[in-house]
């Protein structure tokens, strides 16, 4: 499959990038490692009239220390992160989730910005314009119906970034920058739940920086895949927890990650906060594994999850 | 047979290595020729429609295209394997039958001008109502896919040996077990690619085949040009495993767009094209009967087997018998009753692949370990107890010359402690065994046989032609080691012309195993030939007796007094001198029964040997997700003698992968018609990270006629390899499988059948 055609146009900083971006009329978009959005262009998914190119941009690229802050540039590869420092010793949660994602090879390739504003993903969605067209567009296309549910109201496309689920466990938040300036949002904030359009970025908006809060956390990452590299994750927790606090985070099912906070050690407390994730998971029939699997194996991911972070933390 | 071997049976690196690990290698995508066009098919939009009018006229008037052609611009001719199978137009005018299936294609100057040609081609369908399962198909009323097949029953193989209502009656346990499993897709690294030039009435192409004199033949009848003017040419091919066999659609798409065009086309298929519309392989669902006395002998099986065949007939009669004679090439049955129904539908077309017959062999397999059981057999005894031995005739009367079935399975089973580890399961762990026989060759009327010719070169190099085709398992290194063994020569020194149908004489291609048994079998003889003549003028110049020379080392030498020598070079001098080079011409034939016939008359020596081969698996279930683990597997393999041994456990490593592994995630979804995991990211080949630790043990039983006493070199484990793991998570779990693949999900519901049993 052929790339459709755009122009390129690569931005030495952000006030570049965010300018280039006024003068395509909305129609551009930005480009950082390109494994979320390179298949997607092939796929007719997505057709920018020009693409923006990050990766010049070393403000990006940097991790520092602010204050009590972990600040991570979002074009920050996913094996440069993996492999900094502090991250498995102060997050492990996180750690385990890059470790998780897809190979070792596309983690140098792809960016923690990228992962984190990854398109949802389903079955019906992910597929040339050829085989969609056969089937007839669902929400998500701008058609007037979702291909898996009939008659469903919302679409129920799987936010897949293993990542965000164990930032979101660590507290995390995030900076923008676009046409109408600044703002700093907690990461939870940036999921608009709807699978059509997923996040709540405003038209030419660039994720600049995230924000770990600096404490030791002990923590965990649970996927569930039916191979051990590559594949997306059909369900995913992470649980992060600091001085017996922490929080639980359920994703890889419907547009938006479940984030749960974890105050009853208890096996009780455990339990029930395993359970309420299982009851409020929806999946629906669209992944490889059936969606009865998918909603028990919440349950069992959030258990494990937790046990281990506990555990890890004694 | 001289048994002192220089380089057959050493483990060689592979002529074709360098090439391939350097990238080097070319393949049909990577050619280029001057004013080569780029082709793009129209596909169907539908599962089941009529066709009412195709427009190409605004696609023709897309600057840069060059040709346009729908199914009104071909012969009408249909394709099928067999005369009574001829349903495929493989370029439709009255209706598609699946979605995804060509309908018209464009040539142009480069792919974007090509795909704006084919978003303006204009056709009108009149949809019709589908059916995309086989039991609903068969059903009064259903839509009928091809008029001439009745309930859309496209094949239907009916084999009766000895009387199995008695024996059932008579026979001390019987069971009857049902197994479904999914269709799997090839997943070649190669996605199908064609190039297609025709000029000055010639017609050449190059595409991935596993044989290219059946390809020209088919594309001749197809196209309606004389044999000699249609020259498939050799070119290396990314994977076959069964899904390259037959002509395909691109393969007449790119043709009539060539010879519109007068310019060379190529066609390369995206991967979710290969997917949807290049064949794949059949879904299935077995119904296994069988009958054991107390002594745990099988008395009958009784075997009721419906395919879901897609929307054309394809190989249609070999798919519906495969399953059946790789099983029954392996044990003893007295009695036999095999119904098996091949059924369209209004999915993707359907060919053989390299562990055809999942449901079947592995749930034959599981079920024999529960009759086991409970007459207080483990899994090696009842196999030992009906597997067949060599000299014994096969219930539909094939003859085994050879035989190491018991000593794989006893190999295998010593290194894995398998009776042990059967009995005391531990929670979680399972061990399990297959086991299987493969036909090397079968019956193709008189391209059954291979035929090659060598010439000697005036530097004592050798030059093979054969039309003995590589689609990546190593047959070109293959018959290279064989000449250089026999001419005394080494490898490097032979040079190799083979696939191309100008100048190879026929083959039967790299199917039904036949390229060691058959093709290298004719390179032995042909090889044979010209060392006679080269040991002839050696003897006389060095004045010795011809039984007394050598071949080696590209020397002519006396045995028994090697300082008598000379090089093999001034040999073949020599004999330009006298007016007679050295060349020499080699056929091979296998024994088969050509009278028999896969539905009319379906008995007879069905191929000249067989291979045996027996898998092991050991595997662990997490209870909680009902994921499985693989940590070790073992496979043992009867392959005559191993020409190259490392070739051949990398064969049977592959076949772990493609048809172990693959047990227990690979499977093609499919949705109102639609394939859901057209792509490697959603049909899960198992990667590096999911293989388990890999023993293979090769059995050398020498066969008789086989090329230094080789048959095939890892297609027992391609289909053994499934039924092993299979047979592992019914040793876990203590339940029969009934639906195959087992993906985490099927097995969590296995584990909380059983739980709910318990209770």
């Known amino acids: ?314 | 047979m001289k048994d002192d071997l220089n380089i057959v049976g050493k483990r060689v690196v592979r002529s074709d290595s360098l090439a391939k690990v350097t990238g080097r290698a070319r393949y049909t995508a990577d050619l280029k020729f001057p004013n080569m066009l780029v082709a793009k098919v129209l596909r169907s939009p539908l599962p089941h429609a009529r066709i009412l009018g195709i427009d190409l006229t605004a696609a023709l008037k897309v600057p840069g295209v060059k040709a346009a052609i729908s199914g009104f611009d071909t012969y009408g001719v249909k394709w099928g394997v067999f005369r009574y199978t001829q349903d495929h137009d493989m370029l439709p005018t009255d209706k598609v039958r699946y979605i995804g299936e060509d309908v018209a294609a464009v040539a142009a100057v480069d792919e974007e001008t090509a795909l704006e040609a084919l978003s303006r081609i204009q056709v009108d369908y009149e949809p019709l109502p589908a059916v995309f399962e086989p039991n609903e198909a068969m059903q009064e009323g259903a839509p009928q896919i091809h008029d001439a097949y009745k309930n859309n029953i496209n094949v239907h193989v009916h084999i009766n040996v000895g009387d199995v209502d008695k024996a059932m009656s008579e026979a001390f346990l019987v069971r009857e077990d049902t197994f479904k499993a999914a269709g799997e897709a090839y997943a070649m690294m190669e996605p199908y690619a064609v190039v297609a030039s025709y000029a000055n009435g010639f017609l050449d192409l190059w595409m991935p085949n596993a044989g290219p004199h059946v390809r020209a033949k088919a594309l001749s009848n197809l196209l309606k040009m004389p044999l000699n003017r249609v020259r498939v040419r050799h070119i290396n091919s990314g994977g076959a495993f069964g899904g390259r066999s037959e002509v395909s659609p691109g393969d007449l798409v790119a043709s009539l767009l060539s010879i519109k065009a007068g310019r060379p086309v190529r066609l390369a298929l995206s991967r979710e094209e290969n997917a949807t519309s290049t064949r794949q392989v059949h879904d299935m669902i077995a119904t296994v009967k069988t009958g054991m006395s107390k002594d745990g002998a099988i008395m009958a099986k009784d075997y009721r087997v419906i395919y879901d065949g897609g929307a054309y007939s394809s190989t249609g009669p070999i798919a519906t018998s495969i399953p059946f004679y790789v099983y029954e090439e392996c044990y003893r049955f007295p009695n036999v009753r095999y119904n098996g129904y091949r059924v369209f539908t209004n999915k993707g077309i359907r060919g053989m692949y390299g562990c055809h017959g999942r449901a079947f062999i592995a749930g034959n397999e599981a079920q024999m370990d529960l009759m086991g059981k409970e007459l207080g057999m483990d899994p090696v005894d009842i196999r030992l107890k009906n597997g067949l031995t060599s000299g014994e005739v096969t219930a539909t009367q094939s003859k085994i010359t050879s035989c190491g079935l018991a000593e794989t399975i006893a190999t295998a089973s010593e290194r894995t402690n398998f009776k042990e580890k059967w009995t005391k399961t531990s929670k979680g762990k399972g061990i399990g065994m297959g086991c299987i026989a493969i036909m090397c060759g079968f019956p193709m009327g008189f391209r059954s046989g291979s035929s090659c010719y060598v010439k000697m070169n005036d530097d004592g190099q050798a030059t093979l032609v054969t039309g003995l085709v590589d689609n990546g398992q190593g047959n070109e290194s293959m018959v290279i080691q064989v000449a250089s063994e026999i001419l005394g020569i080494p490898m490097e020194d032979v040079n190799l012309v083979n696939a191309d149908t100008e100048a190879t004489n026929l083959d039967p291609g790299a199917y039904s195993q036949a390229a060691a048994f058959v093709g290298a079998n004719a390179v032995r003889i042909a090889c044979e030939n010209a060392r006679k003549k080269i040991v002839a003028i050696a003897a006389e110049k060095l004045g010795v007796k011809e039984a007394d020379i050598d071949l080696r080392d590209r020397m002519a030498f006396s045995r028994k007094t090697p300082g008598k020598n000379m090089r093999i070079s001034w040999v073949v001098r020599e004999a330009f001198f006298r007016g007679d080079p050295i060349v020499a011409t080699g056929t091979y034939f296998p024994s088969i029964d050509f009278e028999r016939e896969w539905v009319s008359r379906p008995w007879g020596q069905m191929a000249g040997t067989f291979s045996f081969g027996t898998s092991v698996a050991e595997v662990r279930i997490d209870g909680q997700t009902g994921k499985i683990t693989v940590p070790h597997f073992t496979a043992a393999h009867d392959c005559g003698r191993p020409i190259n041994p490392m070739a051949v456990e990398g064969q049977m490593e592959g076949s772990i992968q493609q048809a172990g592994i693959a047990t227990i995630m690979e499977e093609n979804l499919w949705n109102k018609g639609f394939l859901l995991n057209p792509d490697l990211l959603e049909y899960k080949v198992p990667l590096a990270c999911d293989m388990p630790e890999i023993e293979t043990i090769i059995v050398s039983s020498i066969d008789p006629e086989g090329p230094f006493g080789a048959k095939e070199g890892g297609l027992t484990i391609r289909m053994n390899a499934y039924s092993a793991i299979a047979c592992a998570v019914a040793n876990a779990t203590g339940t029969l499988f009934s639906e195959l693949p087992l993906t985490p999900d099927r097995v969590l519901n296995i584990l909380e059948r059983k739980k709910g049993a318990k209770k």
């Open chain 1, 1 to 314: 499959m052929i790339l459709p055609k755009f122009d390129y146009k690569k931005a030495e900083d952000i006030a570049a990038a965010i300018a280039l971006y006024e003068r395509s009329k909305g129609r551009a978009c930005y480009l950082a490692g390109g494994t979320d959005l390179i298949p997607l262009l092939k796929l007719r998914l997505s057709e920018p009239s020009a693409m923006i190119d990050l990766k010049g941009i070393p403000q990006l690229k940097t991790i520092s220390r602010k204050g009590n802050s972990l600040v991570i540039g979002p074009n920050v590869t996913l094996f440069e992160l993996k492999n900094h420092e502090t991250v498995k010793d102060y997050f492990p949660a996180l750690y385990e989730s890059l470790d998780a994602t897809s190979c070792e090879t596309l983690q140098m390739r792809g960016t923690i910005g990228g992962n984190i504003l990854q398109n949802t993903r389903c079955l019906l969605y992910n597929k040339s314009l050829d085989w969609r067209t056969a089937r007839g567009f669902c929400y998500k296309m701008g058609g007037e119906t979702c291909n898996v549910v009939p008659n469903a109201a919302a679409c129920f496309s799987n936010y897949c970034s293993d990542n965000a689920l164990s930032l979101l466990s660590l507290s995390a938040s995030v900076k923008l920058a676009g046409p109408e300036g600044e703002r700093k949002i907690k990461l939870e904030k940036l999921f608009s739940k709807d699978g059509r359009n997923p996040f709540t970025l405003k038209p030419g908006e660039i994720l600049t920086e995230f924000h770990i809060p600096f404490k030791r956390s002990t923590g965990a990452y649970e996927k569930l895949r039916v191979r051990n590299a590559i594949d997306y994750p059909l369900l995913g927790v992470a649980v992060s927890m600091i001085g017996g606090k922490g929080k639980v985070c359920v994703g890889g099912i419907g547009p938006a990650p479940l984030v749960y906070d974890l105050k009853d050690l208890s096996g009780a407390g455990l339990k029930e906060v395993a359970q309420q994730a299982r009851q409020e998971a929806r999946p629906v029939s669209n992944t490889t594994l059936s969606a009865g699997y998918r909603k028990k194996m919440v349950n069992v991911l959030t258990q494990r999850a937790i046990k281990r972070a506990l555990k890890e933390g004694k």
